[in-house]
T-cell receptor
Framework: DTGVSQDPRHKITKRGQNVTFRCDPI?????LYWYRQTLGQGPEFLTY????????KSRLLSDRFSAERPKGSFSTLEIQRTEQGDSAMYLC??????????????FGPGTRLLVL | AQSVTQLDSQVPVFEEAPVELRCNYS??????LFWYVQYPNQGLQLLLK??????LVKGINGFEAEFNKSQTSFHLRKPSVHISDTAEYFC?????????????FGTGTLLAVQP
């Protein structure tokens, strides 16, 4: 069990550029979640997948954001036309996918995005 | 909908002293409750969770929490803290039996342990 990994750990970009983040969940986990954490705040839910199906999206996930999990394994989160307000830590988590609501979500180290 | 309130943004405490981090929640349905810890530049790690049964839950690193349904609280306690406990602590809820699995987090409490 190598845990949840995220790449890159840090990303600096200029406003208007597109960025893509990758998350590799724990291998046997069926559920994968994306959260965003800004300074001084708790993580906020963005979206989650059950295998390759995206089952819920927050209204925080504007049209500029898209997430995929094409083969039910790793996931990518893309932000198009980045804005300074997108600067945050993007956290990925995974869980087994056997129980509703009660499962432990295991978090990766996050990708810190800075938009200049 | 659920929400979580962590009233204390920072809690300074001396090493070996007891500590309590407060968490209150609001929900129209039954909830599961979680405490996560975040060390600097790291992801979140589960400390403990309440699903059902005994209202006193024991977690890792000597932490425990008590679920109080009437007060809608889930306060985190440790009888004697160490310097290494310095971190951000987040309380979170998820809805019981619902279609969603998302966690709703509080704003966090920074526990600052001083020698």
């Amino acid at each position: 069990d190598t845990g949840v990994s995220q790449d890159p750990r840090h990303k600096i970009t200029k406003r208007g550029q597109n960025v893509t983040f990758r998350c590799d969940p724990i291998s046997e986990h069926n559920r994968l979640y994306w959260y965003r954490q800004t300074l001084g705040q708790g993580p906020e839910f963005l979206t989650y997948f059950q295998n390759e199906a995206q089952l819920e999206k927050s209204r925080l996930l504007s049209d500029r954001f898209s997430a995929e999990r094409p083969k039910g394994s790793f996931s990518t989160l893309e932000i198009q036309r980045t804005e300074q307000g997108d600067s945050a830590m993007y956290l990925c988590a995974s869980s087994l996918g056997a129980n509703q609501g009660s499962e432990t979500q295991y978090f990766g180290p996050g990708t810190r995005l800075l938009v200049l | 909908a659920q929400s979580v309130t962590q009233l204390d943004s920072q809690v300074p405490v001396f090493e070996e002293a007891p500590v309590e981090l407060r968490c209150n929640y609001s929900s129209s349905v039954s909830v599961y409750l979680f405490w996560y810890v975040q060390y600097p530049n790291q992801g979140l790690q589960l400390l403990l969770k309440y699903l059902s049964g005994s209202t006193l839950v024991k977690g890792i690193n000597g932490f425990e929490a008590e679920f109080n349904k009437s007060q809608t609280s889930f306060h985190l306690r440790k009888p004697s803290v160490h310097i290494s406990d310095t971190a951000e602590y987040f309380c979170a809820v998820s809805g019981y039996g619902g279609a969603t699995n998302k966690l709703i987090f509080g704003t966090g409490t920074l526990l600052a342990v001083q020698p």
